[in-house]
């Protein structure tokens, strides 16, 4: 029998990867707002329409994990699942 485990954590909103009104990943920062930003899993269909994005300003374009993204300015936090297996995915289960 297989069993994975994943934690449930508070990610701040740095960016977002595709359009502001419908993204296709964010990019997050996990605990500390000093750690390294990283990219989540596709974010579900119902998530990316919410338009949580649409007011905010945008910082500029950086890079994380080899992808450009849009950094943009928000205090928006995310609920994740961080997956502890081999590739630690950050899956968006809501946001608040």
Do not use: F, N, W
Not at 53 to 66: D, M, N
């Amino acid at each position: 029998m297989k069993v994975r485990h994943a934690d449930t954590v508070d990610a701040l909103v740095l960016g977002c990867t595709g359009p502001r009104l419908g993204p296709h990943h964010l990019v997050l920062a996990v605990g500390d707002e000093c750690g390294p930003a990283r990219v989540s899993a596709h974010l579900e269909p119902v998530l990316a329409a919410r338009e949580a994005l649409s007011g905010v300003a945008v910082v500029g374009e950086q890079r994380s994990e080899g992808e450009p993204y849009i950094r943009v300015e928000t205090d928006l936090v995310v609920e994740v699942l961080a997956g502890s297996g081999r590739h630690g995915t950050l899956t968006v289960t809501r946001m608040r």
